[in-house]
């Protein structure tokens, strides 16, 4: 049985390669992207902290000031934070759509792939079962002529007139 062999085989790997870098630099942008996002909670978080212990009880002035001007840094980080993520944004819906477009091309060519193999596939199946055939065939004439054939064989080799078989009235 002949292998299956798919001409493009070279085009369906490199789209596959391409494909794989285009995930790549989406994984990397939508990284950066999380850990902007985890930033700013993390910065929520700290500043929920203070608040909570500025409530809890007696406080200095000093730390009542410099508790203010730590929530309001982090606000600041915060802003900062998210127009970098806000400028990040374009770039990572940039890179799913040629992600996007690199997937849908390299299904194209795997598709076809799987196309070409099934219909290889379906032609090696005829193929078996003709030569299966031919095989069998060539199996029952032998039986044949071994057993009973060779009464069939020998009148043919007998003169028209003279055949060795018995006649029917």
């Known amino acids: 049985m002949s292998k299956f062999h798919f001409k493009l085989e070279n085009l369906l790997k490199l789209r596959e390669r391409r494909e794989n870098e285009k995930k790549i630099r989406l994984g990397e942008i939508t990284s950066r992207c999380s850990r902007l996002r985890t930033a700013m909670e993390e910065n929520d978080e700290k500043s929920r902290v203070v608040l909570g212990e500025r409530s809890a009880g007696l406080l200095t002035y000093d730390y009542l000031t410099g508790s203010e001007l730590f929530i309001k840094r982090m606000q600041e980080e915060n802003r900062r ?12 819906l940039a890179a799913q759509e040629e992600y996007i477009r690199a997937s849908r091309d390299r299904k194209v060519i795997q598709k076809l792939k799987e196309k070409r193999e099934q219909e290889f596939r379906k032609e090696q199946n005829k193929k078996e079962e003709a030569e299966r055939l031919d095989i069998t065939s060539g199996l029952f004439i032998r039986n044949l002529s071994s057993s009973r054939g060779a009464e069939v064989f020998q009148g043919v080799s007998e003169s028209p007139g003279e055949s060795s078989l018995p006649r029917q009235a």
């Open 81 to 92: 934070l998210q127009k970098e993520r806000e400028d990040l944004e374009p770039q990572r």
